[in-house]
């Protein structure tokens, strides 16, 4: 059955008498650019105000304890307002989401994603910055006031400042153009910089590394920075 299909299914509307996502089919039924439309369907039903019902019955709770099959792997802020189940409305078992201030990508996080790649087979990754962006901002601060932070922070933030230092060359906005700059970074170390197990998938077209920019005020997800191959 197609995307489309299972999407428009009655029984599947039945089922959700509420209207509202339908679970997306399992990562393997999905190719890279069909979990991206995923992923804009849900920004669409979430910006035009429509009940996006988080996937959370107990039935899909049972289905998901068998196994989980996550259509896109999510790199993103800390941030509380981004969280990207609710500004896709997905639930249970559709996003496999690595977030820290700042959407960099440590080893921590990076096997967290050659995990979701290659062990669930997910087909997309999202790396997703934001509109005023505080740890993107602590960044800006570093380089044009040589700011410090305390504890932990100003290590966290290092390496952003690469994006911030590129940005600081663009016209506009420092601080929107260090997000998008930092977005792109990350994207080009997934695709460039990694393992095997990240860059054959890439080469074969089965997995899609992308970027992403979040309005808070908009509501809004701009995916950019897509594969050449995606057109
Ligand atoms: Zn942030």
């Known amino acids: 059955m197609g995307l489309a299909g299972l999407a428009g299914s009655a029984n599947a509307a039945?089922?959700?008498?509420?209207?509202?996502?339908?679970?997306?089919?399992?990562?393997?039924?999905?190719n890279p650019s069909q979990a991206l439309d995923l992923l804009r369907q849900g920004n669409d039903a979430f910006l035009r105000g429509e009940q996006t019902s988080v996937l959370t019955s107990a039935q899909r709770r049972l289905d998901l304890a068998l196994g989980q099959?996550?259509?896109?792997?999510?790199?993103?802020?800390?941030?509380?307002?981004?969280?990207?189940?609710?500004?896709?409305?997905?639930?249970?078992g559709e996003l496999f989401i690595i977030r820290n201030a700042g959407n960099t990508v440590d080893t921590v996080a990076l096997g967290s994603i050659e995990y979701a790649v290659?062990?669930?087979?997910?087909?997309l990754v999202v790396v997703m910055g934001h509109e005023s962006c505080?740890?993107?901002?602590?960044?800006?601060?570093?380089?044009?006031?040589?700011?410090?932070?305390?504890?932990?922070i100003g290590p966290m933030i290092e390496p952003i400042?690469?994006?911030?230092l590129q940005a600081r060359s663009e016209n506009g906005d420092l601080l929107d153009n260090s997000v998008r700059a930092n977005v792109r970074?990350?994207?080009?170390?997934?695709r460039e910089q990694t393992d095997p197990?990240?860059?054959?998938?890439?080469?074969?077209?089965?997995?899609?590394?992308?970027?992403?920019?979040?309005?808070?005020?908009?509501?809004?997800?701009?995916?950019?920075?897509?594969?050449e191959r995606a057109g």
């Open 185 to 190: 970074r990350v994207v080009k170390q997934l």
């Open 197 to 227: 197990i990240m860059l054959e998938p890439q080469q074969k077209g089965d997995l899609w590394v992308v970027g992403a920019y979040y309005s808070l005020e908009t509501g809004e997800v701009d995916f950019f920075d897509l594969p």
């Open 118 to 123: 290659a062990v669930l087979k997910t087909p």
């Open 161 to 164: 400042i690469p994006a911030v």
């Open 134 to 152: 505080g740890a993107v901002k602590a960044a800006t601060e570093v380089v044009t006031d040589n700011a410090t932070f305390p504890g932990s």
């Open 14 to 30: 039945q089922e959700r008498p509420g209207g509202g996502m339908m679970p997306a089919p399992p990562a393997s039924e999905l």
């Open 69 to 92: 099959s996550p259509f896109a792997a999510y790199v993103t802020c800390s941030d509380s307002r981004v969280p990207p189940e609710l500004l896709f409305g997905r639930g249970l």
